[in-house]
């Protein structure tokens, strides 16, 4: 089962975009925007990184940390953090275990072909380690902007 709003944030272990393993637990303490995107380098998954970069010293003057996750391999996210001068970290879910304690690895169809692939999701923990909130099947333009304006409304760390 998904996590539902209410939740401890789960005990998952990604990799970030040097390869090194992150577990989720050791961002209680403060709020964490965590957001999963399809795949590195492609039109909207761009925006919403460069967006999310551009608003990462307000995320910071809150006490949030933000971190994207995908299925793309730590050197490609490198990669993409270059090229696009990215300040949002990235991590890898290289064996789903977040795609499934998340429930954003979903059927999608393109053209009328069906595939597995990533739901664009965001998630919102405070600094308890506690989901406050949740938004699936995220449309890039504006999102980012509500986000913050959802972690500013969190109290204090």
């Known amino acids: 089962m998904a996590i539902e709003e209410g939740d401890r944030i789960p005990a998952v272990t990604l990799q970030d975009?040097?390869?090194?393993?992150?577990?989720?637990?050791?961002?209680?303490?403060?709020?964490?925007?965590?957001?999963?995107?399809p795949k590195d380098d492609t039109t909207g998954?761009?925006?919403e990184a460069q967006e999310?970069?551009?608003?990462?010293?307000?995320?910071?003057?809150?006490g949030a940390?933000?971190?994207g996750v995908?299925?793309?391999?730590?050197?490609?996210?490198?990669?993409?953090i270059t090229k696009y001068e990215l300040s949002v970290p990235l991590a890898t879910?290289?064996?789903?275990?977040?795609?499934a304690a998340f429930g954003v690895w979903v059927e999608k169809q393109l053209y009328g072909k069906r595939y597995m692939g990533i739901d664009r999701s965001t998630f919102l923990f405070d600094a308890a380690g506690i989901l406050v909130r949740?938004?699936?099947?995220v449309r890039v333009p504006g999102h980012v902007d509500a986000v913050l304006?959802?972690?500013?409304?969190?109290p204090p760390a």
């Not at 975009?17 to 995107?37: H, K, N, Q, W």
């Not at 995908?70 to 993409?80: T, V, Y």
């Not at 879910?93 to 795609?99: E, T």
């Open 17 to 37: 975009s040097e390869g090194g393993a992150i577990s989720l637990a050791d961002y209680v303490g403060r709020p964490l925007v965590l957001y999963f995107y």
């Open 70 to 80: 995908s299925k793309d391999p730590p050197a490609r996210h490198q990669k993409f």
């Open 45 to 47: 998954c761009t925006r």
């Open 149 to 154: 304006e959802a972690a500013r409304a969190l």
């Open 65 to 67: 940390r933000v971190l």
């Open 52 to 62: 999310f970069s551009a608003l990462m010293p307000e995320f910071a003057a809150l």
């Open 93 to 99: 879910d290289a064996d789903d275990q977040a795609l």
């Open 134 to 137: 949740a938004w699936r099947k």
